[in-house]
């Protein structure tokens, strides 16, 4: 079975940093295309970023050169440095993951992710 679990979030004030982790468990971790998505009160669920071992990372324009996603293998962990934090950025973050077939490029469309984790709250102050 399948188990994504997120950690790191908190509160933080504007130009502040923090790391999101997502320990993963129950399949094979280098052949998923991993991702990071954030949902705020009142708006849809947004792609952050993406990285598979076969692709290049990929972020949405809101976060490129701020956030940077990365993976260590030997821990099936996945993370997320986030840092100039913008008020902006505060919503619930998930990391969800997909096999590397579901996914083409492993794009960050949310609907082709088949794994999520239960998600960790960040919130950042002006």
């Known amino acids: 079975q399948v188990h994504m679990a997120e950690s790191g979030g908190g509160s933080v004030q504007s130009g502040g940093s923090l790391r999101l982790s997502c320990t993963t468990s129950g399949y094979t971790y280098r052949s998923y295309c991993m991702g990071w998505f954030r949902q705020a009160p009142g708006k849809e669920r947004e792609g952050v970023a993406s990285?598979?071992?076969?692709?290049?990372?990929k972020y949405a324009d809101s976060v490129k050169g701020r956030f940077t996603i990365s993976r260590d293998n030997a821990k099936n962990t996945l993370y997320l440095q986030m840092d100039s934090l913008k008020p902006e950025d505060t919503a619930m973050y998930y990391c969800?993951?997909?096999?590397?077939?579901?996914?083409?490029?492993?794009?960050?469309?949310?609907?082709?992710?088949?794994?999520w984790g239960q998600g960790t709250q960040v919130t950042v102050s002006s």
């Open positions: 990285l598979s071992s076969v692709t290049t990372a």
């Open positions: 969800a993951a997909a096999p590397l077939s579901y996914v083409m490029a492993c794009a960050l469309r949310g609907d082709r992710y088949l794994y």
